[in-house]
């Protein structure tokens, strides 16, 4: 019998996943870190990831 949740099943969810997270901006994403967590509470590397993004979108002018 095959496992339920294969590595295959994994790949493509986490595939899944990454797509439907690459479609939203960085303050989206900043945004449900912080319904999640509380604002600004955990996830420090993320936030700063996501702050250096948006700085440089901003710096750019790109989308924000």
Do not use: F, W, Y
């Amino acid at each position: 019998t095959m496992k339920r949740n294969s590595k295959q099943d994994r790949q493509e969810n986490a595939a899944a996943r990454a797509k439907v997270r690459g479609d939203i901006t960085p303050q989206q994403q900043l945004a449900i870190l912080d319904s999640r967590l509380g604002k600004g509470v955990g996830a420090t590397r993320e936030r700063a990831r996501l702050a250096r993004e948006i700085a440089l979108s901003k710096k750019k002018g790109g989308k924000s």
